[in-house]
């Protein structure tokens, strides 16, 4: 007669190194530190991160601005690479297109024709600034440069957008005091979002985990548009318009 016998319940010890190594792995899988592989900013509470990326602007000497701004009512679209001694790009405002150029303090401006023609309010003019009759504004300028005096009213405001130190400064100003969110990936880079308040009301800066912490996109509070900030550093060239590519439109151009 055979005996069926029971199996043998494991020992007490061996129960225990089971539990052990089953927490172990728990403890491991569970708690994988995010930071690890990054530039560590993550771990640094949200005003540091903050800190950290505007020391990071500051230090910058190059960068490119791309998206939507929407200020005063207006929605312009940026593609702008910015420098310490200029800027170069374009800016879209409705259907009208120009570019922008910034040597220095020498600002040139470049428009389609429905630019100036918006611009002039489809009036005629001549190049020289008399005011004389002298053709259509679109059809004289062309896709001729237009230096913009430091005087015209215009120049400040047109300025402002090829201003690397303004630019940033004036975008880069979350409002509340900054809270951490989510940790998004944007264009590849692995980022960690600061918020302006919990709500992010004032706005919302996804901070690169990768190298320099650099922000790398920027969702303005109030849908005041969305911006991406790359090529940190990339030099490019900067260079005042040949003769023949330029125009002289006299002490003021046509209202823009």
């Known amino acids: 007669m055979s ?14 190194a089971v539990a052990l190594c089953a927490g172990l792995v728990a403890a491991l899988s569970g708690c994988a530190d995010p930071d690890e592989g990054t530039n560590g900013v993550g771990r640094l509470p949200a005003d540091a991160i903050e800190q950290k990326a505007r020391a990071a602007v500051d230090g910058a000497t190059a960068v490119r601005v791309t998206g939507e701004l929407v200020t005063s009512g207006q929605t312009y679209k940026l593609d702008m690479r910015l420098k310490k001694s200029g800027g170069a790009g374009s800016v879209t405002a409705h259907t009208a297109a120009f570019t922008l150029l910034r040597v220095g303090d020498a600002l040139f401006l470049k428009g389609s024709p429905g630019f100036w023609s918006q611009a002039a309010g489809g009036a005629s003019a001549s190049p020289g600034g008399s005011g004389a009759p002298g053709g259509d504004v679109a059809g004289t300028l062309g896709d001729k440069y237009v230096k913009v005096p430091a005087g015209d009213p215009s120049y400040k405001q047109l300025r402002g ?7 940033l400064d004036g975008l880069l100003a979350l409002g509340g005091k900054p809270a951490k969110g989510d940790r998004p990936t944007v264009h590849g880079t692995r980022t960690i979002e600061v918020k302006g308040g919990d709500d992010a009301k004032g706005g919302t800066l996804d901070v690169s985990l990768e190298g320099t912490p650099y922000p790398v996109r920027l969702t303005r509070a109030g849908g005041a548009g969305t911006l991406l900030l790359d090529d940190w550093g990339k030099d490019f060239a900067l260079k005042a318009p040949a003769r023949d590519q330029m125009v002289d439109y006299g002490s003021e151009i046509p209202h823009t």
């Open 3 to 16: 005996v069926t016998r029971l199996p043998r319940r494991p020992s007490r010890r061996a129960r225990a």
């Open 161 to 167: 957008f090829t201003d690397m130190g303004a630019l």
